[in-house]
């Protein structure tokens, strides 16, 4: 304590100081626990994961609503550094990958990392800091050098933009928000919507309902999927031998990687696939009429393949049907069509998919000179790799802009773009820097290049997906094969990016 004139100096009130975190990861799916798993690895531990739900499990917490599994066999969606011998089935349900990922944080010791209920609504970037501030609903801010924007492209739910939605008296439930109490049995039942979502409920739902109605927009190309139950001597196998484990992944894989010929670009496996889907289509669904409802008029691919072995078949029984009229609006009792007719139902299952920010930022953000994400992205986003985006120092994102997988699975995405992460994460922290951020020449270069390349798909062949802003901008998939994106994910190139020092020490304190 200093003297002035012989009298200690008076107290100013102490300023709350917050400390600055080396890494924070907002998220705490699959993306934002691998990062926190892969960094550790690295020696990096001053680490917070923020998740705004009261669990881990991203997509796999969220979506439980009856039938949820994956497209992908399981022994393909899984960390690779993480197999798992026991998956019960080809392809998993729901709850069986939830208990993966709480394994994985068991395993990894991953829960004193956890903030439970740490909603991010903002980011901003201090240059003279070089820090990020973390601004969460409730609760007071996190600082931290680095930032992965681990949130989900498919984390919020979207409903459909129907006039009267907010009129109708009975039970309203979206897919990714499954009301497990509510008693399905002997109820009169929409389900708008006829995306992977849907066809994974619709023929569960059909077994308990009165009567089931199925409201269509556009159909999709469904393939038979091909799932088993794991037998005993498998497991036995995957779980002493696990290159066994690893070798059947590797196949899965590049079968998965095949299927890109067909379904990124139109060539004759296009065609191939189209005819096996036709074909499957005439196999499971006798009724001609329902079958020209069923046909798609677009190219496979250019939205998301569907797989199903019962969704056709649960289309056929008595108490369900199919309505492909547009919707005029939603009423007190139900759901009116364009062709007039109302229809009385009990509760109205949205199967509308995701609000995905393609065209905008997952929340606000505001970069080095005090631009927004929000602005920048306005007309589609765009980003480096699909990590980085100039003028955003030390942000990272896992499946960010054109990251997006049509034929093979997310990890073999996340996975790459994590190794990434960790390289960039590694070199601000072992460089002691203040700004690591990518060139704007260079990610205009990636981008140019990753659009001329996006024309020639079947995602932007002509059909509305989600994968486009409105103006058909495709800010979501990325245009090759897994092994390609793979590959540029590899290399770290220092070229790309402008790398500042600090002046002074960093300091591990800031006023709260
Ligand atoms: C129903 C469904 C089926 C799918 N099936 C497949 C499939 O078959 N194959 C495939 O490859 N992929 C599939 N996916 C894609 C799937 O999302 C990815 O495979 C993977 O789970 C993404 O993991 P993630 O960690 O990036 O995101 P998520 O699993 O979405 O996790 C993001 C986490 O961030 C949290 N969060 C979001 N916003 C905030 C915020 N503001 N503040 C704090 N926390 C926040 C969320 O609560 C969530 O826990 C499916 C997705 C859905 C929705």
């Given at each position: 304590m200093s003297a002035v004139n012989g009298h200690a100096a008076r107290k100013t009130p102490a300023t709350r100081k917050a400390r600055v975190l080396d890494v924070a990861i907002i998220g705490a799916g699959f993306s934002g626990l691998g990062t926190a798993i892969r960094l550790r690895e690295q020696g990096i531990t001053d680490i917070a994961i923020l998740e705004r739900g009261d669990d881990v499990g991203g997509t796999w917490r969220d979506n439980t609503y009856p039938g949820a599994a994956c497209d992908i066999p399981s022994n393909l969606y899984s960390f690779s550094f993480a197999q798992n011998p026991?998956?019960?089935?080809g392809y998993s349900g729901s709850a069986e990958i939830l208990d993966y990922v709480h394994h994985l944080v068991d395993r990894f010791e991953l829960r004193p990392l956890m903030r439970f209920r740490h909603n991010v609504k903002g980011l901003e970037f201090d240059e003279a800091r070089g820090a990020w501030t973390i601004s969460i609903a409730g609760k007071r801010n996190v600082h931290a050098r680095c930032v992965v924007a681990a949130q989900g492209p498919l984390a919020n739910p979207s409903l459909p933009d129907i006039p009267g939605i907010d009129s109708f008296g009975g039970e309203v439930i979206h897919s990714a928000r499954?009301?497990?109490?509510?008693?399905?049995?002997g109820k009169r039942v929409a389900v708008i919507g006829t995306g992977a979502s849907a066809i994974q409920i619709v023929p569960e739902l059909a077994r308990r309902v009165d009567f089931l109605k199925v409201f269509q927009r556009t159909p999709a190309w469904i393939l038979p999927r091909l799932d088993y139950s794991a037998p005993d001597w498998n497991k036995t196998l995957f779980d002493k031998w696990p290159a066994s484990q690893t070798a059947v992944r590797n196949a899965l894989f590049y079968a998965h990687e095949a299927m890109a010929t067909g379904v990124i670009w139109n060539t004759p496996v296009t065609r191939l696939l189209e005819g096996l889907a036709k074909a499957f289509l005439r196999h499971q669904v006798p009724d001609a009429w329902v079958r020209r409802q069923l046909t798609p008029q677009y190219r496979i691919g250019c939205k998301r393949l569907l797989i199903s072995n019962d969704y056709y078949p649960a289309l056929m029984r008595d108490n369900v049907k199919l309505y492909d009229w547009p919707i005029d609006k939603i009423c007190e009792k139900g759901i009116r069509s364009a062709e007039g007719i109302e229809h009385q139902v009990d509760c109205i299952v949205f199967a509308t998919g995701f609000s995905v920010p393609k065209a905008a930022a997952p929340f606000p953000i505001t970069g080095a000179g005090g631009r927004q994400l929000d602005n920048e992205w306005a007309r589609g986003a765009a980003a480096y790799k699909s990590v980085n985006v100039a003028g955003y120092p030390n942000l990272f994102m896992t499946l960010g802009p054109n990251a997006g997988p049509g034929h093979n699975s997310a990890l073999a995405y996340i996975e790459p773009q994590i190794d990434y992460i960790v390289q960039g994460i590694g070199t601000i922290l072992e460089y002691d820097l203040r700004a690591l951020d990518v060139r704007a020449d260079a990610q205009a270069k990636h981008n140019a290049e990753l659009q001329k390349r996006l024309a020639r798909t079947n995602w932007n062949s002509g059909c509305s997906s989600w994968y486009l802003t409105e103006d058909g901008f495709n800010a979501t998939m990325y245009p090759g094969f897994a092994t390609q994106y793979r590959a540029q994910m590899k290399a770290f190139v220092n070229a790309d990016y402008r790398a500042i020092r600090h002046n002074a020490e960093f300091s591990r304190t800031v006023d709260a």
């Open positions: 026991r998956w019960s089935r499954w009301d497990n109490d509510y008693d399905f049995d």
